[in-house]
């Protein structure tokens, strides 16, 4: 479970600085502001569309796990970890809204956009510190673990 949250870190990371280097490639290359902003955004749901396969992907996997591996059940259960992933949920799923709106409707002009397109990059970044939390919670559990085992062989 942690070298996939340590790729998850990786990947995210990895995903908000493609974007960034994407956006600024482009905006050296073409001077057409709104095209800039649509290709973009484009992008930007390209990556989202392939972080959303890759994170229902795992989620289904560590579901299937937890019906075997109790320890790992227990992990994916805690509250911190239950509250991460709803995050995940509204952070993947929600901006698909935002293509259909700007596409089939008037509801999100090209300002919205350009923000859009300044923060989904931070919003990446961002994610991947909730994978860095989810870690280190981890790894303290481990230490604590140890530390138990330790106490009661040093008392038998």
């Known amino acids: ?18 974007i960034c280097v994407f956006g600024i490639s482009l905006m050296i290359t ?8 649509e290709i973009t955004f484009n992008f930007i749901f390209v990556m989202l569309a392939i ?22 059940a227990e992990e994916v259960f805690s509250p911190l970890n239950v509250f991460f992933d709803k995050i995940y949920y509204a952070i993947i799923f929600v901006p698909f809204a ?12 090209l300002n919205i956009i350009l923000i859009w397109v300044c923060i989904s990059p931070w919003i990446c970044c961002a994610v991947s510190f909730t994978n860095f939390t989810t ?12 530390k138990l085992e330790t106490t009661e062989i040093g008392f038998n």
Not at 59 to 64: A, F, G, Y
């Open 1 to 18: 479970m942690d070298v996939w949250l340590f790729f998850w870190l990786i990947f995210n990371n990895v995903t908000g600085t493609i």
């Open 30 to 37: 073409i001077t057409d502001v709104q095209e800039v902003l």
């Open 51 to 72: 972080t959303t396969y890759l994170f229902v992907y795992s989620d289904k996997k560590l579901k299937q796990r937890s019906l075997i591996d109790k320890e790992v």
């Open 98 to 109: 935002f293509p259909i709106l700007y596409y089939n409707t008037n509801l999100i002009s």
């Open 135 to 146: 870690l280190v919670h981890h790894d303290l559990r481990i230490i604590d673990d140890d």
